[in-house]
């Protein structure tokens, strides 16, 4: 077991972790509170490699499709060598379809080769064997967005588990999907035997179609549904997005030190296909974005963008006021109000 450990001396904590099962944690020094914010820059970037897609989702937040663009091998190399400078731990590679991207093998190797772990969001198509022998090597994990009638889902969860790929299976949470998800914490179909875990994504109201009704709020049976997914007797490993855990705070006893609010402009960024850097990716569309450039490196992003601080602001503000879990929940979603479901606002 490898375990990485950096330690920022001037802030009071130490990072740790472990590019072989994926364990982090933050460690403050004695006597100090946990870090709020990583000066030095993120832990996690979220890379948009590619828009392509021919699934064409109507719920797709970013509205992908087969016209979509790439982002070009020597920019995303870019990305990387200044990530690896910002100590950024891991990276995750979305789209899109990322595995469909025409450099995918040497985006794995390159990032890899600077020290950073690559993990990607797969819809299950075009994972070729040599794409899936490059996985085995050098990715974190995988995670495979499930769509029904999860046939496709079933057939590539079969695929990568038999080369031993830590997988991961990505579920939309809306008011609908909330009794599929509930059927399947009580009686897991078949075809997730092997996961690492199933996590929970809420239900943005962002991209080419948006459903209000759709909003996860709506279910009557989000109680059900967070104490089932945070028993000690369930019977999948459960996670969770950022933006579910309102309801994980306001809804069961879960212990808060194993759930963290949104990291967004905190400790981990977004950089889109055409080099546009949000906090989060599902603002890429609402506003600009900051553009990185010759001129502009990530760290002067990081550092010095309205928008990223304008994030940490409202993290810090007294948005909830006097909540309980404000501290911990650090006032919910900066960008969909409508995502909270503690159920309190």
């Known amino acids: 077991m490898m375990l990485k450990a950096i330690r920022y001396n001037n802030l009071g904590y130490t990072s740790f972790f472990n590019p072989d099962n994926g364990f982090f944690a933050r460690v403050p020094d004695k006597g100090k509170m946990d870090p709020f914010w990583s000066p030095h820059g993120p832990e996690l970037m979220d890379i948009s490699i590619t828009n392509w897609c021919d699934k064409g989702c109507s719920f797709c937040y970013k509205s992908s499709t087969k016209l979509g663009q790439h982002m070009a091998l020597d920019d995303y190399k870019r990305v990387i060598d200044q990530a690896a400078e910002m100590h950024t731990f891991q990276v995750a590679l979305g789209g899109g379809n990322p595995n469909q991207h025409p450099d995918f093998l040497e985006i794995l190797s390159y990032t890899d080769s600077k020290g950073i772990v690559p993990n990607f ?18 990715c974190g994990a995988v995670a495979v967005s499930a769509y029904p009638p999860y046939d496709e889902t079933a057939a590539t969860l079969k695929k990568l588990i038999e080369k ?7 579920f939309i949470l809306d008011a609908k999907s909330v009794d599929t998800a509930i059927k399947w ?34 279910s009557p049976r989000l109680n059900e549904l ?13 996670g969770f997005d950022a933006c579910c855990v309102s309801g994980v705070f306001a809804r069961t006893n879960a212990n808060t030190t194993m759930v963290d609010a949104c990291d967004a402009g905190r400790f981990s960024l977004y950089v889109s296909e ?19 450039s010759n001129e502009t490196t990530l760290q002067d992003i990081w ?21 309980n879990h404000r501290p911990i929940c650090m006032n919910g979603c900066p960008l969909f109000d409508e995502l909270v479901v503690c159920g309190i606002r």
Do not use: W
């Open 121 to 138: 969001t797969t819809n299950g198509r075009g994972l070729s064997a040599e794409i899936l022998i490059a996985t085995q090597k050098y």
């Open 164 to 170: 031993g790929i830590k997988t991961n299976i990505h």
């Open 185 to 218: 914490l009580k009686y897991p179909p078949e075809f997730l035997a092997g996961i690492n875990a199933i996590i929970f994504l809420n239900y943005k109201p962002s991209g080419r179609k948006v459903f209000e009704e759709r909003l996860l709020r709506n």
């Open 226 to 238: 967070f104490e089932l997914a945070t028993s000690s007797k369930r019977k999948l490993k459960v």
């Open 274 to 292: 055409d080099l546009k850097v949000y906090p989060c990716s599902f603002q890429a569309g609402l506003v600009e974005g900051d553009m990185l």
């Open 303 to 323: 550092m010095n963008s309205q928008n990223f601080n304008s994030f940490r602001r409202y993290f810090s503000s007294e948005r909830c006021g006097d909540c």
